[in-house]
């Protein structure tokens, strides 16, 4: 089953002999459950791509629907309400709150939303994180996989329709690459959510059921892995 679709979508930079195509004429859909990587050099458009895609940057033309909900015809309130509740988003730099602890930064996202904390879906997620005995501590107690695997938690929280991870293993040694990879595909698993990775890992790319290559805006290539 369908869950995203993306149509015709541009994004460009500047004006006149300035302008810069980020994306051009992109389009592609995903299936609910997915684990989709996106894959091409710097300056391709990759980022670009999960930025507009998880509602954190606006197109220049085109759509993108979510769950047959077309995420551009909202207005900025209901953007930022349908980012929070149907988007996870994971960073390379793990961007958590420094004075708030491992606990605190996880359930920001419903805090901000002003829903309650589901306890035994809290203790579940910190559990299969390996956060359970690390939930008070502060980020700079933290190692850089532990902190990501936090981000990880933030980015899980809401159960979200859609998880996005931009370069979630760019700070990382080669272990903690691979341990942050197989959360993500325990949570794309165990809770059937669409996940989209982009990578430079080769590695990691080949482990998605799908690869997206990128290049100069456009989808050079899409394929299935033979995993």
Known sequence: MEILRVKNLCKTYGKGDNLVKALDNVSFSVNKGEFVSIIGPSGSGKSTLLHILGGVDTPTSGKVFLNNKDVYAQNEEQLAIFRRRHVGL???????????????????????????????????????????????????????????????????????????????????????SQEIIELLKLSNKKYNQTLIVIT??????????????????????DEVTNK
């Open 90 to 176: 994971i960073y390379q730099f793990y961007n958590l709150i420094p004075v708030l602890n491992v606990r605190e930064n996880i359930t920001l996202p419903l805090l901000l939303d002003g829903r309650k904390v589901n306890e035994q879906h809290l203790n579940e997620l910190l559990s299969t994180l390996g956060l359970s005995n690390r939930q008070t501590y502060l980020p700079n107690q933290l190692s850089g996989g532990q902190q990501q695997r936090a981000s990880i938690g933030r980015a899980l929280i809401n159960m979200p329709a859609l998880v996005l991870a931009d370069e979630p293993t760019g700070n990382l040694d080669s272990q903690n």
């Open 200 to 221: 430079h890992d080769e590695n990691i790319a080949l482990q998605a059921d799908r690869i997206i290559a990128i290049e100069d805006g456009r989808i050079s290539r």
